[in-house]
């Protein structure tokens, strides 16, 4: 908290803040020593002048000299605001404390009064207090620290419930530590960064509600001077001297001002980083396509040389390096490798959408023969859809919550096949209806939020197919369901392939389903291609020591960034990838010539390729397994 | 939904009943009492005890509450003690005004802040910062000042719109336009920036949803994405900050109308407490309150109908 703090202040916008509080504050306290005249010496032959050298902030419709006004106005400014500030944080602390800490009645009760409050408009309760009291600005202030205080009180009871929930709390608590020691040691001190917020946007809101008030004339009477009375003097002459608007008005807007900027800078010190916020990177186009060779003819998909930098928390990193990547029609290939190896940014890679600020550096996208790399943008949107479509891993999270699942099957038809609403809705129940779903009708008529898993994955299946694409990319469309589904949704997709003869990239970790279902397969690790064949065959006979070790373990649903079992070590990140064979260090294989240079792709069969100098020794493996099988035979 | 508007009833019946008995209590606490004010400085110990009576101040608190209670309740809010007028005629009559301010300074604020707030989530860049000066600005200027520099601009230099008064839209359609325009754009301002900040924030983070990336994969328009997906899910927290901007600038109007010299309930609101014109304080609290409640049962049923979670409850 205190790191946190001193951060805060590193900011130059703090900076100034604090420093323009602190001149407010000096001018206001020793304005009897400091000020150059007397705050009601009226000096009726120099009436409205203007800046000038006598005046430096000009006089106002009696001569009163601005500079001096404003000065002496500081100290009833800031002693309101210190009241209406005392007042909310006694109220808004020990009430938001309570609520948190002790939760239950007592919880209810604040949570209800805190609820009723902020239903109040501030300028009633205002107005009836004045209204009974007179023109009493002490009275005003403390009403208004009153009414801040229920969203302190907020605040603090929702940090507070965050903070209880913490181990050390909660053991200090079973440890038997009387609630009053755990509020005022171990709370308090971590809900403060809340509470500084909170505390400045009040100050600041404090000031305006009272320079408010006596704009109204309900507060301190003239002749003394208050920031908002001289904006009620400078308001009677705005026809004559509109200058007399500016010291007024500025000296009020920047210390509300200065008090926003210093709780701001105190949030966004405290608070984690939201990578949301950061404001979006225009897309950059894409490199210009690369003269590696051209792709096989009659292939449905050709990646070649595809490359990928992303941003990453250690700057702009190469996360694809290199791709190269078929698919025949109706073919179905597989991608697999572990978490954080490239593989989903490779299939949005092919999809020309790649994550904020991500860049495709060299290579080319080949669908059906055209470059879409060379076609850009438009290519990339024209093939969206139409030929190319995605089913992702969040079932739910797909689609959208707000809009019932028909609608939005229907608005993709509409969008590829330029149809009218009620064709477009016959075929919205047609494709609801390939994917299995039970009652069509009614389900198009349900939202997201009340479909299971599987129901909202073959919804986002029916989504996909509506434009009738050739490939349909499938990122890991079974790692969140239940493994009974996952065997449906798998059937679904076989099924759906056979009858329409689409093409599939199945993205997954689990080898398993790749196994099962591929044609073809790519291992990927660390953002290459490491080695590829023929589904079964691959996994049967691995020729490459990672995909050897993948089938030793054979991950079933595993968490992500988790070490394999038969692999030591985890996936480097992007940032700290060991040169030569990024696999060396987890590699039993490894040998000195494995950590310098580029791997050459061998093919050690025909249709089989491996990144591996010692892919061999792997043959000799088998070989001597299948020896080891036979002799017991 | 029918859950969420009963509750809603139930929080806002309480409600009514301690914003008005609060004034009886107040009322009750202070020293003198609108009898002495009536009379001024000069008046008979029988004739201060006689209007007392007449004005049934010798009754206890709660007594006087539930007479003004029941008379409420069939619409009667009694009558000024200081310019013996009827409460209730004088809230409708001004009613009128402050509604044309608030009503369309919501307005103004909804779309130009949902407007700015899009721009700024799918632009970004100066975009953005101007959404987050805006902000600034919103917080820390007054809404007087605001006004007067408004008059200052439009109304004293340009001469192009009235710098005080208000036109009746029954007498001339354009002349109540003129009338409202700088003091609508002067209330709207602060709103803006907090419907601007609430939409960009709500749009980006709509935007990064799983959703949108399958419908962009999939091929769907991105006109519609933005507008249609991103959008409606991000307008449901956007409601909400209407709601409470609206709410806000009932203190708004206050000071509006005062710089505008306009006749609303703001205006009537300063003079009473500045007269200490209790019952008409108070039925301006209980007419403020009303509005209160019928926006917010207004912001639930949006949210509802927005938020399909909400809805099926």
């Known amino acids: ?633 | 939904m029918l859950r969420l508007i009963l509750r809603r009833l139930l929080i806002s019946v309480p409600l009514l009943l301690l914003v008005s008995l609060l004034t009886f209590v107040l009322q009750a606490l202070t020293p003198g009492d609108t009898a002495r004010t009536i009379l001024g400085n000069t008046f008979t110990q029988e004739g201060y005890l006689q209007l007392r009576h007449q004005l049934g101040l010798d009754e206890p608190v709660l007594t006087q509450y539930w007479h003004w209670l029941s008379g409420a309740l069939r619409g009667d809010l009694g009558v000024s003690p200081i310019s013996g007028l009827d409460v209730g005629q004088q809230i409708t009559s001004r009613l009128g005004v402050t509604l044309s301010l608030i009503v369309c300074a919501t307005v103004l604020a909804a779309l130009a802040g949902v407007a700015l707030g899009v721009v700024s989530a799918i632009r970004g860049g100066a975009f953005g910062r101007l959404v987050d000066a805006l902000s600034l600005v919103g917080f820390a200027v007054p809404v007087f000042w605001f006004s007067l520099v408004l008059v200052t601009v439009f109304a004293v230099t340009l001469g192009l719109l009235p710098a005080t008064g208000y036109v009746d839209p029954a007498t001339s359609l354009s002349g109540w336009a003129g009338s409202i325009a700088l003091p609508v754009v002067a209330l709207a301002l602060a709103p803006t920036a907090v419907i601007a900040k609430q939409t960009r924030d709500g749009m980006l983070d709509a935007l990064s949803r799983d959703f949108v990336h399958s419908l962009r994969a999939n091929g769907a328009a991105e006109r519609s994405i933005v507008l249609r997906h991103a959008l409606r899910n991000a307008a449901i927290p956007v409601v909400t900050v209407i709601g409470l901007v609206f709410v806000g600038l009932l203190t708004g109007t206050v000071f509006v109308e005062a710089v505008f010299a306009m006749p609303g309930l703001g205006g009537l609101a300063v003079q009473s407490t500045v007269q200490h014109d209790l019952p008409v304080i108070q039925g301006i609290a209980v007419t403020f309150t009303v509005i209160v409640v019928l926006v917010n049962l207004l912001v639930d049923i949006t949210y509802g109908l927005l938020n399909p979670k909400v809805r099926a409850r």
């Open chain 1, 1 to 633: 908290m205190t790191a946190s703090r001193t951060t805060a202040l590193r900011r130059p916008t703090a900076i100034a803040a604090l420093a323009y509080l602190v001149l407010v504050v000096v001018a206001a306290v020793a304005a009897p020593v400091l000020a150059p005249h007397d705050p009601e010496a009226t000096d009726l032959d120099h009436v409205l002048s203007g800046p000038t050298g006598t005046h430096p902030l000009g006089t106002d419709s009696l001569g009163r000299d601005v500079l001096t006004r404003l000065m002496y106005g500081g100290q009833v400014s800031l002693a309101g605001v210190a009241v209406a500030v005392l007042t909310m944080l006694v109220l808004g602390v020990v009430t938001g404390l309570l609520a948190g800490f002790l939760s239950g009645w007592v919880d209810r009760i604040a949570s209800w009064i805190i609820d009723l409050a902020l239903s109040i408009p501030v300028i009633i309760t205002l107005l009836v207090v004045l209204s009974v009291v007179g023109s009493n600005e002490t009275a005003a202030m403390i009403t208004v620290g009153v009414l801040s205080a229920p969203s302190l009180a907020r605040v603090v009871r929702g940090a507070t419930m965050a903070v209880k929930q913490e181990t050390f709390v909660a053991a200090a608590r079973v440890a038997g530590l009387p609630s009053t020691r755990i509020i005022t040691g171990q709370v308090l001190p971590r809900v403060t960064g809340p509470i500084i917020v909170q505390t400045a946007i009040g100050a600041g809101g404090a000031l305006i509600a009272q320079a408010g008030i006596e704009f109204l004339g309900l507060g301190v009477q003239p002749p003394t001077p208050t920031w908002g009375g001289m904006i009620t003097d400078a308001a009677q002459v705005v026809d004559q001297q509109a200058w007399l608007l500016v010291p007024t008005g500025l000296v009020v807007g920047l210390t509300v001002l200065a008090f926003g900027l210093l709780g701001d800078a105190v949030r966004d010190a405290t608070a984690d980083r939201v990578t949301s916020a950061a404001p979006p990177a225009r897309r950059r186009r894409a490199a210009p396509p690369s003269t590696q060779e051209e792709p096989a003819p009659g292939a449905l998909l050709a990646l070649r040389g595809v490359t990928v930098a992303l941003p990453t928390s250690h700057g702009t990193h190469t996360v694809v390096d290199g791709v190269d990547l078929d698919i025949r029609p109706g073919e179905t290939v597989g991608l697999v490798g572990e978490s954080g190896c490239g593989k989903s940014i490779t299939g949005r890679a092919i999809l020309g959408l790649l994550p904020r600020g991500g860049e495709l550096t060299a290579g080319t996208v080949h669908l059906a023969g055209e470059n879409l790399t060379a076609g850009g943008r438009q290519a990339y949107r024209a093939a969206r859809g139409s030929r190319v479509a995605l089913i992702s891993q969040e079932h739910i999270g797909g689609l959208d919550p707000v809009a019932p699942v028909g609608r939005q099957v229907a608005e993709l038809v509409r969008r590829h096949r330029g149809c009218s609403r009620g064709a477009a809705r016959i075929r919205t129940l047609e494709l609801l209806e390939s994917v299995r779903l039970p009652e069509p009708a009614q389900l198009a008529r349900r939202y997201p939020h009340e479909l299971s898993g599987g129901m909202a994955q073959r919804v986002a299946i029916a989504m996909a197919l509506a434009g009738d694409p050739e490939l349909l990319i499938a990122d890991e469309p079974t790692t969140a369901l239940d493994v009974t589904v996952q065997a449906e949704i798998l059937g679904l997709l076989h099924r759906l392939q056979a009858e329409r003869g689409m093409a599939i990239l199945l993205i997954s970790h689990d080898l398993g389903v790749i196994a099962e279902v591929c044609h073809r397969a790519y291992v990927m690790y660390a953002g290459r291609i490491v080695e590829s064949g023929p589904g079964a065959e691959l996994f049967r006979t691995p020729r490459h020591p990672y995909t050897a070790g993948l089938v030793g373990c054979s991950p079933q649903r595993m968490p992500p960034r988790t070490p394999l079992a038969a692999i030591p070590g985890m996936v480097p990140e992007p940032w700290a990838r060991p040169a030569g064979c990024h696999f060396h260090p987890r590699c039993p294989l490894a040998t000195a010539a494995c950590e310098s240079g580029e791997i050459p792709m061998a093919e050690p069969a025909a249709g089989r390729h491996t990144r591996c100098l010692h892919h061999t020794e792997l043959t000799e493996e088998d070989d001597h397994a299948r020896a080891g099988v036979l002799a017991r035979d």
